[in-house]
């Protein structure tokens, strides 16, 4: 990863190019305008996100100055905000662009001005064990009409973020389920899920949120199996535009199934007998 992230933002600013180092500067000294790169710990998020990686970028200038500095940040934010990196033999990831605390200060011990960025990585859990039974069947229809609903150049996760997800992605996950009694010989099956909408700005996200709600509320049923003609209707569909896509997913939807209760096998009543009331 290291080595990606550092072809990443030379490839942003060309001037930073082998002058980017792990942790610290050399301890002769680098010439600059050189950047240092800090990994954090990786902290646990959520089990579709799973862990989120602090990456801190330190931006010395040198003779050209915090406003040097500053050009230079505002570059690499747009850039790498939401990015993509791909590199050979690593797994791809996204970097999230996380704030800049402290930004600009003069360091005590070296008396030189600093610029400090802040971006995040997030890294899947890692799978173990044995492979589970598959992925919801509700869930998989769901994404398959998400999937012709957007169209190009969108793809449909189920569950969990990957590695790096494509630019234009968008994470259906189940959030709850219920069952609701409809009557004598029907009972509903409500499954509650959240989307996720990320891509490399947030006006297409925002688009992509309202096409997805505004196909849900003209859909008066989804296919689950149009061979059987089993069908889920929806119930309740919303969209938080300012809500985090990675962690919390802007859209939260219902859907519902009505279903015949099954028969129960009882012992058939033979004879009734009314006895009067003696006083």
Known sequence: MRAALKQAIADVVPALKDRLYDVQPPAD???????????????????WAGYRQVIRLKLYAGDAGLD????????LVGGLHRKRVVYPDAAPFTLVYLGAREAERLEPTT???????????????????????????????????????????????????PSG??????????????????????????????????APNSDVEQQAAVSLIEGLGTQVQLPLST???????????????KADAFLDGQVKLTLVQRRMRPAEEAALIRRVEIHPILK
Do not use: N
């Not at 000294?29 to 089990?47: D, L, M, Q």
């Open 29 to 47: 000294g680098a010439a600059e305008p050189y950047g240092v790169i800090a990994f954090g710990e990786e902290i646990w998020k959520s089990a």
């Open 111 to 161: 008396g030189k001005a600093v610029r400090t960025l802040r971006f995040g990585v997030y890294v899947p859990e890692a799978e173990s064990g044995s492979p589970g039974a598959g992925p919801d069947e509700w869930l998989s229809a769901l994404a398959g009409w998400t999937g012709k609903r957007l169209g190009e150049p969108w793809t449909v996760y189920q569950t969990s973020w």
């Open 227 to 241: 061979d059987q003609r089993r069908y889920m209707s929806v119930t309740e569909a919303s969209a938080d535009l």
């Open 165 to 198: 997800p494509d630019d234009h992605a968008v994470l259906w996950r189940m959030t709850g389920c219920e069952t609701k009694m409809a009557g004598a010989s029907l009972y509903e099956v409500r499954k509650h899920f959240a989307g996720h909408i990320a």
């Open 68 to 75: 040097q500095a500053d050009q230079w940040a505002e570059s």
